[in-house]
């Protein structure tokens, strides 16, 4: 099994930045994508940015310009927030398609996730 263990998530006022991470740990054969997803209250949750393991990244229009996403070779994912907006409140979760040492195929994991809230 794989566990994800995010961290960094806070309260800050429009314009400030945050920084969460987000760790993969246990019986790791491989890691591929590694990414950030969010859901505001009463919203379906959605893709935030993701990483391949060859480095290729995607972001939500949403975010592009302002959030940046980056992994370390020990299977640690970030997410740099800066020029936060309200509307960027939610629980943010960290996400890995990842190989555990006892499958054959990999398969998705989820972290618990961590709030950001984004004050006016």
């Known amino acids: 099994q794989v566990q994800l263990a995010e961290s960094g998530g806070g309260l800050v006022q429009a314009g400030g930045s945050l920084t969460l991470s987000c760790g993969a740990s246990?019986?790791?054969?491989?890691?591929?994508?590694m990414a950030w997803y969010r859901q505001a209250p009463g919203k379906q949750r959605e893709l935030v940015a993701f990483?391949?393991?060859?480095?290729?990244i995607t972001y939500a229009d949403s975010v592009k310009g302002r959030f940046t996403i980056s992994r370390n070779t020990r299977n640690t994912v970030y997410l740099q927030m800066s020029n936060l907006k309200p509307e960027d409140t939610a629980v943010y979760y960290c996400?890995?398609?990842?190989?555990?040492?006892?499958?054959?195929?990999?398969?998705?994991?989820w972290g618990q996730g961590t709030q950001v809230t984004v004050s006016s």
């Open positions: 246990g019986n790791i054969f491989s890691v591929n994508t």
């Open positions: 990483i391949t393991g060859g480095g290729a």
């Open positions: 996400n890995c398609n990842a190989r555990s040492g006892g499958s054959s195929w990999p398969r998705d994991y």
